[in-house]
């Protein structure tokens, strides 16, 4: 049930503030169960959550849409974003964030398109002037899609990172791991990131216990204070992603994340960057199941080159009894390599990463690496005790030693320069030799990374920021 506001408005009223609650399609007030204020000025439509959330109601592209303070779909209802809309969000820290949030049964359908995409950004961003600049995060939130897909964690639902803990709407997981969330489809979210309280700052593209029924394509995450894209947990497909100019981690997952992604990019700030992927298994207990094991194809992911002050530096770390799967992909001008964290018996060794691994839960096969650590494979991909672990460094040297006879059979490539940047992404070198899959999920190529060689008008050219042109 969709709601047209635009006949509520006069061209006598043009110029005037004017708040109206939602709606049904026969003209009857819903106000009883509708207590979102949307006040509009000029074509501005600016929305104050009141507990009732949006309500199931279209955005349309010939307003700007403001979100002031946390702003929720809620369970039930439906939120439509036409293609070409914009959305800000206010600036505010803690209880004062403004961040857009699709609660466990609410649905978001924002499907732009290549000529058309969705922008969320900060109010500050002057989007038919002059544009923020690149290292201008935590002006906002960002989006959140919560869902009722399974976690490993106890007792198997929990309060999402970035909402405070006393909002039951940001609860998430479940045992539905087909869940649908909606569509979310060429959408840009730049300059988000706002710190609510100790250091605890919202993701770009937080998604919690999202199944696999839900539809995400065609993503930027740009310059945001805290990770690019993080699962928590959840079953959800991802394809044609870019982060870019984030000041931590580019891609992050915990809670028994297992779902497929192809065509991930992660462009690295050289003086803010964190890791390329964080990857964690458990939480509470970190020995949960599901197990994380997500499958990865054609990332290229583009690091900082040399380590800087925040001293997190590798281009992945496997931790926390966490798996996973990285095929035909491009790594490129990281501090370290990929980190496998072992911990002792007495700490859950045996399910640790590296035990993952010597099981086959954790494969990064067919890649190529360049001017990542030293080149070598001993730094390339390693084994590395958590500080607290007991276990013996003899056993860490008879692990990685397993793991550099891994490597070996592994057809990774580390002497051959894919010819990629952060400002041209598409190869000029030899990228060839992909490894095919027998999912029909994926889309089998001949390439290496996220990019067709030789291909100008890349899939991230035109409706990005970080590719406008």
């Not at 109206?20 to 007030?29: E, L, M, V």
């Not at 919202?202 to 998604?207: A, E, K, M, R, W």
């Not at 607290?388 to 056993?395: E, L, P, Q």
Request: glycine share 14%; charged share 20%.
């Amino acid at each position: 049930m969709k709601r047209n506001y635009i006949k509520l408005f006069s061209a006598m009223l043009l110029g005037l503030a004017v708040t109206f609650t939602a709606c049904d399609d026969k003209g009857n007030d819903e106000e009883d169960n509708f207590n979102t204020s949307y006040t509009e000025v000029n074509g501005v439509v600016t929305i104050k959550d009141l507990g009732e959330g949006t309500g199931t109601i279209t955005w349309t592209a010939d307003k700007t849409w403001v979100l002031n303070g946390l702003v929720f779909v809620n369970s039930g209802q439906t939120l439509t974003i036409e293609p070409g809309t914009l959305v800000k969000g206010k600036p505010g820290q803690e209880e004062d964030a403004s961040a857009l949030i699709v609660a466990r049964g609410g649905k978001i359908y924002a499907e732009g398109t290549a000529a058309k995409p969705i922008v969320f950004t900060a109010e500050a961003d002057n989007y038919n002037g002059t544009l923020l600049s690149n290292d201008k995060r935590g002006l906002w939130g960002g989006l959140i899609v919560l869902g009722k897909a399974k976690l490993n964690s106890t007792p198997g639902e929990t309060a999402i990172e970035g909402i405070p803990t006393a909002e039951p709407r940001g609860l998430y997981g479940g045992s539905n791991d087909t869940d649908n969330s909606g569509i979310i489809k060429y959408v840009s979210i730049r300059h988000g990131g706002t710190d609510i309280g100790e250091g605890n700052e919202i993701n770009g593209l937080t998604l919690g216990g999202v199944g696999s029924g839900t539809t995400i394509e065609y993503v930027e995450v740009l310059a945001n204070k805290d990770d690019g894209v993080e699962f928590f947990g959840g079953t959800v497909n991802t394809r044609y992603i870019l982060v870019s100019n984030c000041g931590d981690d580019s891609y992050d997952y915990d809670e028994g994340f297992r779902g497929k992604g192809q065509f991930w990019v992660a462009i690295q700030d050289p003086a803010a960057a964190n890791r390329g992927g964080e990857h964690d298994g458990g939480t509470n207990p970190e020995d949960g199941q599901p197990y994380a094991k997500p499958e990865i194809r054609n990332a290229t992911y583009i690091g900082k080159g040399t380590a800087n002050a925040l001293g997190e530096d590798d281009l992945i770390i496997f931790r926390d009894n966490a798996g996973g799967f990285y095929y035909n992909s491009i790594f490129v001008g990281f501090p370290k390599g990929i980190n496998i964290e072992i911990l002792g018996d007495g700490d859950s060794y045996s399910q640790c990463s590296y035990k993952q691994m010597v099981d086959g839960n954790l494969k990064i096969e067919n890649n190529l690496f360049y001017g990542v650590a030293d080149n070598s494979a001993a730094k390339l991909l390693y084994v590395k005790k958590e500080s607290k672990s007991t276990i013996s460094d003899a056993t860490v040297t008879s692990a990685n030693s397993w793991v550099a006879t891994y490597w070996t059979s592994a057809n990774n490539v580390s002497d051959v320069d894919p010819g990629v940047s952060a400002t041209n992404p598409v190869p000029t070198g030899n990228v060839s030799g992909a490894a095919q899959s027998t999912d029909s999920w994926f889309m089998n190529v001949a390439y290496k990374g996220a990019f067709e060689p030789g291909v100008a008008n890349h899939w991230a050219k035109g409706w990005t920021k970080t590719f406008a042109n």
